[in-house]
């Protein structure tokens, strides 16, 4: 056996064995030092659990060894921990999704894509026309519905929703500002910067699907349906 694997070594936790300790999760979603180490404290912490559990979905232990490396690369930028919530269940289940999730994105690069033929009908085929006046006024409403949701999870002097406000909202977000300069205007690191916009817009995210999911009856449609979404944001509300 390599040196590697012993490192790995053949025995260990794997995640669902493993104690959520939200105190230190908590503080790991805060944008300073101490969030740092925190977030630093638990990559130390699931780094082997994570391995571990790699191998038991039948993965041959070189892929998981670089799946490991590749996952936690995420852990360390604080994407992963950004969208933890205690609410929603043990820690362990989430970071077990999220394991899984990179997965499928992993085999799905691996993938060469061809261009889909848009089909007729298809929502993410159309263009705007002055006729879906209708489209774009319900589109914005529930744009304004999920930004005031971000709003309210967040809260509204947090990092992550003014940062989301400013830089994806506000026509000052349009400027040609560095990642760097937008790190300074709010007194963070251009990491810390990332991990808060992605938060947020993540959190957006799951607010407009959740509000669209009502109208669609399988994914297919409620991609198509973001699509739409998007194209008529994009547009602004009705005058």
């Known amino acids: 056996m390599s040196d590697i694997h012993e490192w790995f070594g053949r025995s260990g936790p794997v995640l669902k064995n493993m104690s959520s300790h939200w105190h230190v999760i908590r503080s790991a979603q805060q944008f ?4 740092r180490a925190a977030l630093m404290a638990l990559v130390e912490r699931y780094y082997r659990p994570i391995y571990r559990t790699l191998l038991t979905w039948e993965i041959d232990r070189e892929e998981a060894i670089e799946l490991t490396h590749r996952f936690t690369a ?3 930028d604080g994407y992963v921990v950004a969208m933890a919530n205690q609410d929603r269940g043990q820690f362990r289940d989430y970071l077990a999704a999220c394991l899984r999730n990179f997965i499928r994105k992993e085999r799905r ?21 002055p006729e879906d006046g209708l489209d774009r006024q319900m589109a914005w409403e529930t744009f304004t519905q999920a930004r005031k949701q971000v709003e309210a999870r967040l ?3 947090s990092v992550p929703w003014r940062a989301f406000h400013l ?3 506000e026509p000052e977000g349009r400027l040609n500002k560095t990642l760097a ?5 709010f007194g963070v690191s251009t990491k810390q910067f990332e991990r808060a916009l992605y938060r947020a817009r993540q959190v957006f995210k799951e607010e407009a699907c959740r509000l669209l999911a009502d109208t669609v009856a399988t994914e297919t449609q409620l991609d198509a349906e973001i699509a739409w ?11």
């Open 181 to 185: 300069e937008w790190g300074d205007t």
């Open 167 to 169: 830089h994806d909202l």
């Open 109 to 129: 690069a691996e993938k060469v894509r061809r261009p889909r033929p848009v089909a007729e009908g298809d929502l993410c085929g159309r263009e705007l026309r």
């Open 229 to 239: 979404f998007v194209r008529c944001i994009h547009q602004g509300p009705v005058a």
């Open 74 to 76: 995420d852990f360390c």
């Open 155 to 157: 809260g509204s002097e």
């Open 32 to 35: 300073n030092e101490e969030g």
